[in-house]
């Protein structure tokens, strides 16, 4: 995938597929120039041997179609600058990735359009999961909690075009203020 952000939409998805109520993605830039991106699910989790295989891109769990390649790029693009990937999940319990790329390496995929993939995912599920969004550096940290957001707007629901403009814009100035220049 050409954009960690879109590394980011797939894993996503596959919480949203696993039944999550809440999705906490964390990405934090050290000062060393390592980006961590992690995202945690309450979803149904996997077993060992399920967590195993979604390592695979023939191992899923869909039906429709027998590749799975959301997990095995991730893991392969953060491998590729030096970085690091790791999965855990438990059954009834939920899932953790871990990807941190090295952004100072040649094959380290440009961010991408942050504010844009996070809007489109709160937008396209107004009800569920709940998002926390939490990015982070040396320099700042900043959270975004649509249930905080919704209890703000009260019977405003979310996907109003003003409130996603809002979003954009805040999602913007969180990923500027935090992780400065990295975003292309």
Request: charged share 20%; net charge negative; aromatic share 2%.
């Amino acid at each position: 995938m050409p954009e960690i952000a879109l590394h980011l939409l797939d894993l996503v998805q596959n919480s949203i597929r696993a039944g999550a109520k809440t999705v906490r993605i964390v990405i934090d830039l050290s000062a060393q120039l390592l980006l961590t991106l992690t995202l945690m699910d309450d979803g149904c989790g996997m077993d060992e041997e399920m967590a195993a295989l979604a390592h695979s891109p023939f191992g899923t769990s869909r039906t429709t179609r027998k590749v799975g390649l959301g997990i095995p790029l991730t893991r392969e693009s953060a491998l590729a600058t030096g970085g690091s990937f790791s999965l855990t999940s438990e059954p009834g319990i939920g899932t953790t990735v871990t990807a941190s790329f090295d952004t100072r390496h040649i094959d380290c995929p440009p961010l991408g359009k942050l504010e844009d993939t996070l809007v489109s995912l709160i937008l396209a599920n107004p009800d569920q999961p709940e998002f926390e969004i939490s990015l982070s550096s040396k320099d700042a940290n900043e959270v975004l909690d649509t249930r905080q957001i919704k209890q703000t707007l009260g019977t405003v629901p979310i996907t109003t075009p003003d409130v996603a403009l809002w979003l954009t814009a805040c999602l913007r100035d969180m990923t500027e203020n935090t992780l400065g220049g990295i975003t292309s």
